[in-house]
């Protein structure tokens, strides 16, 4: 291979690599939204085309980003997290990549622009839990490759190396001082209240994000290169098993009167609604037809995953809020769950 031939094939590559991540980007969550619709019909054919034919396009995409924005989000920050530390790596050791070129995480990191970068990373902060926020300090610090020393460390005027690193320990320090002041009263409450998972998740991400930075040794560059497409492979299916099976219509209890004055409830989905029947998405299974005379009420439901399971809060945020869900609970406060919703639950 000739010089001159190089950059073409460089330039081919990036190519090459850019259409197969936008393919991925764009691609990815148009199919995992119409296998929602299978899924949410459980399989059946005539349900899943009921589905598709009341269900707007709007109101899936709202429903995806609603639901998946979180999911999608952190298995692109591990993505890129994974992929920016096998590119400072296999830089770090080029001659053994000369010739069979960069892995593909590497060809991907290399032409995701900065904006996608910053917006993945805003799509996570709004919409991700507060108890798992702390884990974007460890993605954050690994996809820019901040560190208390860079590799090189070379003299300016009027500064050593040492200075330099003396500088960066510093703010590190101040930082970590900052996020565990800030975060003293929660973690205390979780270890008094024996919840060590919420105390473990809000205090080794700091500390985890000064390590998790390349470029790693060479001899394990290989090693962690098949890990790291494995790690990618298993996000990627996580995600799209999580987005498909995640609800595409809001989960309602509908009050049906029946003969001899008596009441039913009916746990699910309204689908259709005309002046004849409503069409309900049973939870059980089963497209069910109501005459729309004979439904007395309705009431909105929270999902099981919507119920908390912790009692500790950050300074008036409670941690399995997200930072929109918070600011939405101050408009509006939530309401309690009705008595009906707890009585179908219960019953299986």
Known sequence: MTAAERPVDEADRRNRAAQQFWSVVVGAPAIISVLRLVVEAGGELQTTLLLAANVNPVNLVAAFVSTASRVVSGAMMALFA????????????????????PPLLVRWMRVVPVWFLIVTLLVAV?????????????AIAATAQLRTRTPDEHRTAGESPDGRRTNRLTLFGLLLIGYYGLLA???????????????LIL???????????????????????????????????????????????PSTVTTVGVPGGETE??????????????????EQGGVRYVPTDDVDAQVLCPSEA??????LWVHGFHVEDSLLQALGREVRPVTPVDAVCRATASVR
Request: hydrophobic letters at 55%; a neutral charge.
């Open 82 to 101: 994974i992929s920016a530390v096998l590119t400072v790596s296999v830089d770090n050791d080029q001659r053994r990549w000369a010739r069979r070129g």
């Open 126 to 138: 709004v919409t991700w839990k507060i108890l798992y926020l702390p884990l974007l300090l460890p």
């Open 185 to 199: 009263p929660t973690l205390a409450e979780a270890a008094v209240t024996g919840e060590w998972f919420v105390a």
């Open 203 to 249: 205090g080794a991400p700091p500390l985890l994000a000064l390590v998790v930075t390349g470029p790693v040794l060479p001899g394990t560059v290989h090693l962690l290169v098949a890990t790291g497409q494995l790690t990618v492979m298993i996000a990627l299916a996580w995600t799209s098993y999580s987005v498909a099976t995640a609800p595409v219509l």
């Open 265 to 282: 409830h009916i746990r699910g989905s309204v689908i259709a609604v005309d002046d004849a029947s409503v069409a309900i998405l049973q």
């Open 306 to 311: 919507d119920l908390p399971r912790y009692r």
